[in-house]
């Protein structure tokens, strides 16, 4: 009787809303009511009764043609959602077929990359009109020979509902390549090699692997990284002799840290195989001739907690980027091949409190350093000879520069990316010996309407409650006035250390071009002002990085960008936890939430050491068998904060076969909204059956998908009839 009554009370407050934000048509939605199932859940004294818990099914039950009770339970609740979720949109159908195809007209849609030079051929990456999947090709010598065709991934496509080909690697002597599959969209990929001459695809098949591979230099080893089946966490790297079963591989090292993945990559140099093993706070590498593929590796440095580094070969050295003696910024050190313990590295760029090192490319006659100062990247070159050491200019207030993994050893050029959030990507060639620099590519935005005078670009400093700076980058239509009516959509991350770059979007112009402010806030948990702000957004510091979010929505609303009944956010996958963590905390400060692939039930996948990522995300997140972080997780944990108050409108997207952040936390945390929310405001699920945690394949379905996005958040404003604005 309880159900019966919820369910007539909120579908009548749901009607009124959807009526009120003009998002739907029709009266007659049912609203999807999950069962609920009481599971006790205890830890340290702590008991959590959770109502839900019945929606986690394994991989076997979802990839099983034959389902249970219970897979068609879940089933039937996602797609009872799904229907939902199409019903209430119904109205804005037509408009998203608008706004794809408004996206889609400013793509030039028969594009190509700019060729790289890799021993002797030139790469080239490309897409035909009309078709969703890139070919791949090559030329040998120079860019007016006769190209040869690696893979048409849009045959390689044909009969899947979800395909990704990648880790195209090309052996020593151009004549064979391995190549990576994924058909579900769980990042569980199958390897093969093709031959470059005949065309002939052998049968070696080797499952479950992370997609990467490394060629020995006889041409005919590789080297490959397994995942375990069921945590999906890198776990062992294989020695392949090509014509051998697949069955006779031979495991040349185990990670049986459970905290620790591993991988095994090639220096620039080709001198070298690397085996690298990782944690959150800690790196170890050991190395191998790569003329010796039976050979034994050598350690570099054993794991230490709270030592990283990784390794780059020159000449007679090793070149480590490092936090050694506590360089929490990192610095450039190298140490002798024949003597790579921690005692003999030596600096070669030394620790700088105001500059974070994330990377470094070595030349034979030039080293580039990519640096980040005051949220900034900047691209350094030095001479080895110490002759010359001078920084690319860069003049806009905020943008995004990097440098591409340049192949080519013996080179004064170095190919580089630049764009900002009113500059479209440019592909830029320069030369380090005269300075000189040469646009290869600049991103072609069509439709005839696009001027980048049209658009400004700011960086604004919000004081957070506990007075730290934080930065939020701002862009919107030069005729669009900022006051409280104006729609203003805020984005972040926050979190694994990740820095959202402050790049050009041609979707984004979609709602630019409609009135709307886009603002990305770099708050604690990404390095944007360095480690520290990472170290102080994780762990028992996880907090910052929601009231960073949140300050800045107060100030964004204080300095009249926009007010509340304006205001709206999106974040995906630890973003979405973000989104989670916000709307409990301050709902009122927002009219609308797009949660994608949202981490939301924190405290019980973290428990659970069975479920992939979780034993390698410790050090991010903190372990809850520790009460302190138990206690302390909880504390923000969207699903276990869920209370009955008034929430935004809300949409979540997920995929089923995620296997980042699965699909049942998102499911869960809606059916908890929809029990216990008082609101009368949009609650929406959209569960993609094919897909997993990166959303759809091909590049005109990840465009629908941005539609439906958009569309949501341009019906809570009622801007489906808005003209654009023109130049």
């Given amino acids: 009787m309880r159900k019966i009554f919820i369910s007539l009370m909120v579908l009548s407050l749901i009607l009124a809303a959807a009526c009120k934000n003009k998002i739907m048509k029709s ?13 006790k859940l205890e830890k340290h004294g702590d008991v959590r009764i959770d109502n839900y818990f019945w929606m986690r099914l394994s991989d076997e039950q979802k990839l099983s043609e034959v389902k249970d009770e219970q897979t068609q339970n879940v089933v039937n609740y996602l797609e009872e959602e799904n229907a939902y979720y199409d019903d209430l949109t119904n109205y804005t159908k037509d408009f998203q077929e608008k706004l794809f195809e408004e996206m889609k007209g400013r793509i030039k849609e028969d594009d190509s990359s700019v060729p790289y030079k890799d021993n002797g051929y030139f790469y080239i990456t490309r897409f035909e009109k009309g078709m969703q999947y890139p070919i791949y ?65 052998y049968k070696d098949v080797i499952e479950n692997t992370t997609g990467g591979s490394v060629w020995a230099n006889d041409n005919k080893t590789i080297f490959y990284t397994k995942k375990n089946p069921e945590t999906l966490r890198s776990e062992k790297i294989f020695r392949h002799v090509l014509g051998t079963p697949t069955s006779e591989d031979v495991e040349v090292y185990h990670e049986k840290d459970d905290t620790f993945g591993t991988y095994v990559t090639k220096s620039k140099s080709d001198k070298y195989i690397i085996i690298g093993s990782h944690s959150t706070v800690s790196t170890e590498a050991q190395y191998l001739d790569a003329d010796n593929p039976t050979g034994e590796f050598t350690m570099i440095q054993a794991r230490e907690r709270d030592l990283e580094y990784s390794v780059s070969h020159f000449e007679d050295d090793f070149y480590l980027l490092t936090n050694k003696d506590n360089a929490i910024n990192f610095k450039l050190m190298k140490t002798p091949i024949s003597k790579t313990e921690k005692e003999n590295w030596v600096d070669v760029i030394s620790h700088r409190d105001d500059t974070l090192l994330e990377d470094f490319s070595i030349f034979k006659e030039y080293l580039v350093l990519e640096e980040r100062t005051n949220g900034l990247n900047k691209v350094r070159i030095k001479r080895w000879d110490k002759k010359e050491d001078y920084y690319l200019p860069f003049n806009e207030e905020t943008y995004s520069v990097g440098v591409y993994a340049n192949p080519d050893f013996d080179t004064n050029i170095i190919r580089y990316s630049y764009n900002s959030m009113t500059t479209p990507a440019s592909v830029i060639d320069f030369n380090m010996s005269d300075k000189s ?41 030069k005729d669009t006035e900022l006051n409280a009516e104006t729609p203003l959509l805020q984005y972040a991350y926050g979190s694994y250390g990740y820095t959202i770059p402050d790049g050009f979007s041609t979707t984004r112009l979609s709602l630019l071009d409609r009135g709307f402010v886009y603002a990305l806030a ?43 009944n304006h205001l709206y956010a999106m974040g995906g996958s630890a973003g979405g936890l973000l989104m989670g963590a916000i709307v409990n905390m301050n709902p009122e400060l927002y009219n609308g939430i797009i949660a994608a692939v949202p981490f939301v039930d924190v405290i019980s996948t973290m428990l659970d050491d069975s479920i992939p990522l979780t034993t390698g995300e410790y050090d991010e997140w903190g372990n809850p068998n520790d009460k302190e972080y138990y206690n302390y997780i909880k504390s923000y944990s969207p699903y276990d904060q869920v209370k009955s108050k008034e929430y935004p409108n809300i949409l979540v997207t997920t995929g089923y076969h995620d296997s980042q952040v699965q699909y049942w936390e998102p499911a869960k945390w809606v059916a908890k909204l929809r029990e216990l929310k008082t609101d009368n405001k949009l609650l929406l699920l959209h569960t993609n059956m094919e897909a997993g945690h990166g959303g759809a394949s091909g590049r005109f379905e990840a465009l629908k998908e941005t539609a439906k996005d958009y569309s949501f958040f341009l019906a809570l404003e009622d801007k489906l009839e808005t003209d654009l604005i023109k130049p």
């Fill in 137 to 201: 090709s090559r030329k040998k010598g120079n860019l007016e020979a006769k190209e040869e065709v690696l893979f048409n991934v849009n045959d390689e496509a044909k009969g899947f509902d979800y395909f990704q080909l990648g880790g195209l690697n090309i052996s020593t002597d151009n004549k064979l390549t391995v190549y990576a599959t994924d058909t579900v969209s769980r990042r569980q990929y199958s390897l093969r090699i093709k031959n470059l001459e005949t065309g002939e695809v």
């Fill in 437 to 477: 620099k040469d646009v290869k590519k600049e991103q072609e935005v069509l439709g005839g309407e696009f001027q980048k005078e049209n658009y400004k670009s700011e960086r604004v400093w919000v004081t957070a409650r506990d007075g730290e700076k934080v930065a939020v980058s701002l862009v919107y239509h």
């Fill in 27 to 39: 009266t007659d939605s049912k609203i999807p009511v999950a069962e609920k199932q009481p599971t």
């Fill in 522 to 564: 770099h708050i604690r948990g990404s390095e944007y002002l360095g480690r520290n702000w990472y170290e102080d957004g994780k762990m028992l510091n996880k907090m910052n990085t929601f009231n960073d979010f949140i300050d800045c929505s107060k100030h964004l609303i204080e300095k009249n960008y926009t007010s509340a």
